[in-house]
């Protein structure tokens, strides 16, 4: 199962002045991991909010199973299972694990009054089930304020895989994450990919962790796409090289 689901063809995004994407190209094939690396302000994070729908894009075409998305909205994007996550957490820190779980589920036909009833049962015990899975059950009732920054990423993970994505866009995951944690956040996202069949596309800094995780890895500089190929080919790609260097 090789074709590709998620499919970026020519797309282009500028603010004002600056060329954010130009006529970038890239397949997320079913069922596999797609890295997606370049120096910072390379356009990474810019292309993820074009796929998700969070801004217009100038040019070009998103597709996600043969469907257009580019003119969806966020929610309408999200509903057909491409969802992100964020490059900073975003949890309500005075609830506790258990309870940023169950909102992160929207709730279809949910009025106001339905906020104050119990979540049901199977909702819960899905929420714990995929804590025990990011290894945060002892936590559960902790507020996500008291979590180190690594755990709340854990969180955060856990949150979009209680929407079941078919498509899971990381930005960043391992960052800001002390060095002991990152091995078990690694293999979650293996094991996301590998037992609930998620397809996954992400973004990272960190190269081991990177050359560890994917199957096929993009390279974007100054917004475009510099270099495309497996993470060995990546890896020795002179190009790929000197932008890295280049940015430092
Ligand atoms: P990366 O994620 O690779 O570090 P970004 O996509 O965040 O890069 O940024 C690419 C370029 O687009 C940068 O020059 C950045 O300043 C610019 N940019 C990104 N988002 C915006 C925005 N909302 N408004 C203006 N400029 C932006
Ligand atoms: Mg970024």
């Not at 954010?20 to 997606?36: C, D, H, K, W, Y």
């Not at 089930?129 to 990423?153: A, I, N, P």
């Not at 866009?169 to 590998?194: F, Q, S, V």
């Amino acid at each position: 199962m090789n074709a590709a689901l998620l499919d970026v063809k020519s797309v282009s995004k500028s603010f004002g002045g600056v060329q954010a994407n130009q006529n970038v190209s890239m397949q997320v094939p079913e069922g596999r991991i797609t890295g997606l690396i370049g120096p910072n302000g390379s356009g990474k994070t810019t292309l993820f909010n074009s796929i998700v729908g969070y801004h217009p894009i100038d040019g070009g075409s998103i597709r996600f199973e043969d469907r257009e998305i580019s003119k969806l909205r966020v929610q309408q994007i999200a509903r057909l299972g491409l969802l992100r996550t964020f490059q900073q957490t975003r949890i309500y820190s005075k609830m506790d694990c258990v309870k940023n779980m169950l909102i992160s589920v929207p709730h279809r036909n949910a009025t106001f009054s339905d906020m104050f009833k119990p979540y049901p049962p199977d909702l819960t015990e899905k929420a714990e089930h995929l804590l025990e899975f990011v290894g945060l059950y002892q936590k559960r009732h902790l507020v996500s304020g008291d979590l180190s920054f690594g755990q709340q990423k854990l969180l955060e993970f856990a949150m979009a895989l209680m929407n079941e994505p078919r498509v899971l866009l990381l930005d960043e995951p391992t960052a800001g994450i002390n060095p002991t944690l990152i091995n078990g956040l690694i293999d979650r996202l293996k094991l996301a990919n590998t037992e609930f069949g998620i397809t996954l596309f992400v973004i990272e800094h960190n190269m081991r962790v990177i050359m560890n995780l994917a199957d096929s890895i993009y390279c974007l500089a100054h917004g475009e796409l510099l270099a495309h190929g497996s993470p060995d080919e990546i890896q020795g790609d002179q190009r790929v090289i000197d932008a890295y260097l280049g940015a430092h």
